[in-house]
């Protein structure tokens, strides 16, 4: 069996220093995220990524489901053409996930994430909440079909694109290998995150489950920044990068799966210089992604995209959350303003803010709350900003597509 554990090697790439120069740039810039804006508006920025998270995670699995409809499920307001209505079930089990994950994690500090039994954990709680029809795999060259398990080792030889992975006889052995290996508490300082871009490979590689392997792994590295932890995490998406990217990533990964080429291209099995290139990739998306996030954090650039927004509302120019044309009184940037700066506010000062009289002010305030671009625990009680799909997009342009219609 050491023979079969030695094919996964290098598990860390040799001689690439840069990648360490890399990291601490991404490390270092996406600290400073959480210097952009309020707390309070941070943390209702991160629901909206998990949202995010899940449209681009999907998107790379070829799966397209707008974040609207995403959110529509979220509601329990499924389509009534069953394509439509399975994939938003696929969207809603990785946001249900996600959030799942990061809560064991805060209550679990020991936990090793890179552990089989922490893996398959993702995939099962992943793999329950689809509908049936997605846990059945056909084999393209034998038409063979089989079903997905969840949580369950792959029992049978697969092939994917080029790549043949390792037999299921030895995948036992190579998950404990990673669990040993990738477990963060090894690794230090900026090298967590190189370690981060080549366990997201080499858990590729390894492909344990019949189905899922893309989607458990991007899980497992949300759960890695966030044990790092990579501080402002959450405010930035790298399965947005992935996506965006699509055809690069997969590049990437094959680049990473090739054996090593001759006595100059590491020690191990694998291509040493493929690894260097695949986590080069990887933190070059990390960055592309924290520094988009940090451009649209400023806040005064905010301000503006938010005012442009409730000036487009009140024209007619852009839908609310209905679809329709619903206009806005111009006073809501006012009010959308105080809220972004200040956090939490009460319904008074939101409606003082606004230069409003008592009777038009909360009749104003009640709209912005329904439609989520206000938010509130209690009837009566303080007010943050909301980021809801009809309106995030042109907050935040490029974040997602548009919605239009």
């Not at 307001?77 to 969207?91: F, I």
């Not at 094959?254 to 291209?265: E, I, M, S, V, Y």
């Not at 606004?354 to 938010?375: D, M, W």
Request: proline letters at 5%; a neutral charge.
């Amino acid at each position: 069996m050491t023979s079969e554990i030695h094919k996964i090697t290098p598990l860390y790439p040799e001689k690439a220093e840069e990648l360490h120069d890399l990291a601490l740039s991404v490390i270092q810039k996406s600290a400073a995220l959480g210097s952009r804006q309020h707390p309070v508006t941070l943390r209702s920025l991160q629901e909206l990524l998990r949202i995010i998270n899940s449209y681009y995670s999907n998107l790379i699995e070829g799966h397209n489901t707008h974040p609207y409809d995403i959110v529509r499920a979220m509601q329990r307001k499924y389509d009534t053409e069953p394509a439509k209505r399975n994939l938003q079930l696929e969207s809603v089990a990785h946001i249900t996930v996600q959030r799942d994950m990061e809560k064991r994690l805060q209550e679990d500090p020991e936990i090793n994430i890179a552990s089989q039994e922490f893996l398959c954990h993702i995939h099962r709680e992943f793999y329950r909440q689809l509908p049936e029809e997605f846990k059945i795999m056909k084999d393209p060259d034998t038409g063979r079909e089989s079903r997905v398990v969840p949580g369950g080792l792959r029992t049978q030889a697969v092939k994917v694109g080029r790549h043949v992975p390792p037999e299921s006889g030895s995948l036992d052995a190579l998950l404990v290998r990673f669990g040993e290996f990738y477990v963060p508490d090894r690794h230090h300082g900026a090298a967590k995150l190189v370690a981060t871009a080549a366990a997201h490979h080499r858990f590729m590689w390894i492909h344990p489950f019949l189905d899922g392997n893309g989607r458990v792994a991007r899980l497992f590295t949300e759960a890695y920044f966030h044990r790092i932890p990579v501080l402002g995490y959450g405010l930035w998406s790298v399965s947005r990068g992935l996506a965006r990217r699509n055809a690069d990533y997969k590049a990437a990964l094959t680049w990473a799966d090739a054996t090593r080429r001759n006595d100059l291209d590491g020690r191990g099995n694998l291509s040493n210089e493929g690894l260097i290139q695949f986590c080069r990739f990887f933190l070059e998306v990390c960055l592309d992604q924290v520094e988009y996030m940090g451009d649209l954090l400023k806040l005064e650039e905010l301000i503006q995209r938010i005012r442009h927004y409730v000036d487009l509302r009140n024209r007619g120019m852009v839908p609310g959350p209905s679809g329709e044309k619903q206009p806005l009184r111009p006073e809501a940037a006012g009010m959308l303003q105080h809220v972004l700066i200040h956090g939490d506010s009460t319904r008074g000062d939101v409606i003082q803010a606004a230069g409003l009289k008592e009777r038009t002010g909360r009749n104003l305030l009640g709209l912005l709350l329904e439609e989520g671009l206000l938010v509130s625990d209690t009837p009566k009680g303080e007010v943050r900003l909301g980021f809801p799909i009809h309106a995030a997009g042109w907050f935040f342009p490029d974040l997602y597509p548009t919605l239009t219609r």
